[in-house]
């Protein structure tokens, strides 16, 4: 079965912290995806990576950044953390050409 | 930009009564559609896609959604709900197209099943 681990399933941090979030996926999946859901918002796209050390913006970027470098292992940076990013992040994989898209079970982050 | 509006916020409905949640995506090119489930306290798992042919698809669990072109919709039903059909379940789109595909999200639909 895939695999998709993110490495805390809660996290609770200080405004003004960095905060690293970690994702690792066992498919040998080209394209890796961080996602925040919201109440009534849905799964908003923050990054995607298609390949090692490739990344690309999705529609809410601002206070974040991600790194790859390895395939297999994709994280999310908040650089300097702030109320307004208590949320729950979800990681994501695909092959490139997908039909489907695998999920990790969540971190939900608190910034206090 | 693509978009994807989920008409329902919340669906209540009784155990073993029919049920429809309703998906409207913006795009006119050519799309992959999905439906993903969220369990209380769990990831997203595809419950079931489109990418072409029959516009007719189902799940294993008895969930079926009926792609419409001409509607733009993707609405998802069962004849018979169960209290373990208990969940939030998000639509989405993504390009026909390769490379990186991004899916993009509904603002997702909490079913609730009362006994």
């Known amino acids: 079965d895939v695999k998709v681990t993110q490495s805390s399933r809660y996290l609770v941090k200080r405004t003004g912290e960095k905060v690293f979030l970690e994702c690792v996926q066992d498919m040998d999946h080209e394209n890796m995806f961080w996602y925040r859901q919201d109440p009534g918002l849905g799964l908003r796209l923050i990054y995607f990576s298609y390949d090692v050390k490739m990344k690309e913006k999705g529609d809410i970027p601002e206070g974040y950044s991600v790194s790859r470098e390895k395939k297999e292992r994709f994280s999310l940076i908040l650089e300097s953390a702030s109320t307004n990013q208590t949320s729950m992040y979800l990681c994501?994989?695909?092959?490139?050409?997908?039909?489907?898209?695998?999920f990790g079970q969540g971190t939900r982050l608190t910034v206090v | 930009a693509q978009s994807v509006t989920q008409l329902d916020s919340q669906v209540p409905v009784f155990e073993e009564a029919p049920v429809e949640l309703r998906c409207n995506y913006s795009s006119s090119v050519s799309v992959y559609l999905f439906w993903y489930v969220q369990y209380p306290n769990q990831g997203l798992q595809l419950l079931l896609k489109y990418l072409s042919g029959s516009t007719l698809v189902e799940s294993i669990n008895g969930f079926e959604a009926e792609f419409n072109k001409s509607q733009t919709s993707f609405h998802l039903r069962k004849p018979s709900v169960h209290i373990s059909d208990t969940a939030e379940y998000f639509c989405a789109v993504s390009d026909g197209g390769g490379g990186a595909q991004k899916l993009v999200f509904g603002q997702g639909t909490r079913l609730t099943i009362n006994p």
């Open positions: 994501a994989s695909s092959f490139i050409g997908w039909t489907e898209a695998f």
